[in-house]
């Protein structure tokens, strides 16, 4: 059974409760559980919807789980004032890790998957936009702190094995090695990346791009498969 009890209020939580009284009373008792799930709900019932309910996940150092959100895995652990949207779905097929840092956020559809051995880390100040897909099977997938990932992108550190003969679904899964996106990485919408790559810190990947190998730091990448054609200009030279 979860039990739920209140929260210690830092000087900033005091002022959001006085600045939303019915949230922040809520927000007080919100977590994960049948329970705290409930109370999510009242907590948002005259919030926005989407992203107008981010601020409920600075009410709670617990954060903010949407109750449409679908939390199905033992090894979860999370930060500090983390938003988990409508919808979202993190599951742990049948071995795995998740990890979410301090205030992450991750909006509308996204699916975060787990499974034989795989593993999930995200860095603190994340953002992670709708109908994302991270899939982590063999391969590990870490992502570094502020990092910007926009809509339909998906992250896959592992791969089939195609032998003739077989029949795909039976296929044992392979991998070159994990994924690393590093720190204030902005991925554009729809960017695939795929294992064994390496995106380094401050590195930029075109919408539509498919990243099948190493983006250096600070470098903007484009295409089919990601090609460098450029790098970010210091903020004295721009």
């Known amino acids: 059974m979860v039990r739920h009890t209140p929260t210690r209020m830092s000087g900033q939580s005091f002022r959001q409760l006085k600045r939303f009284p019915w949230s922040g009373f809520w927000m007080l008792f919100a977590g994960r559980g049948p329970m705290g799930r409930i109370v ?8 926005r919807p989407y992203k107008g309910r981010r601020y409920l996940a600075r009410l709670n150092a617990r954060g ?5 959100a679908v939390i199905s895995c033992r090894h979860l652990t999370t930060g ?6 409508d919808r979202v779905t993190i599951y742990e097929a ?3 890790e998740v990890h979410i840092g301090d205030r992450v956020a991750i909006h509308l559809d996204t699916v975060i998957q787990v499974g034989a051995g795989g593993r999930v880390q995200i860095g603190a100040d994340t953002h992670i936009q709708p109908r994302c897909y991270l899939s982590a099977q063999k391969g590990s997938l870490t992502i570094g702190s502020h990092v910007q990932i926009a809509s ?10 195609m032998v003739a003969g077989e029949l795909m679904r039976e296929q044992p899964l392979r991998s070159k090695g994990g994924i690393v996106i590093g720190d204030d990485v902005w991925l554009g919408f729809g960017v695939i990346v795929l294992d ?3 995106i380094g810190n401050g590195a930029v990947v075109g919408a539509g791009a ?3 190998r190493d983006v250096p730091a600070d470098a903007i ?3 089919t498969p990601a090609r460098v054609v450029g790098q970010r200009t210091p903020a004295d030279k721009a």
């Open 40 to 47: 999510t709900w009242l907590a948002g019932l005259f919030a």
């Open 64 to 68: 903010y789980f949407s109750p449409s």
């Open 80 to 85: 500090k004032e983390i938003f988990v949207g």
């Open 94 to 96: 049948d071995a795995g």
């Open 152 to 161: 339909n992108c998906a992250l896959y550190p592992y791969n089939h094995s």
């Open 196 to 198: 064994g790559v390496r």
């Open 210 to 212: 498919v990243v099948t």
């Open 221 to 223: 990448a484009v295409g």
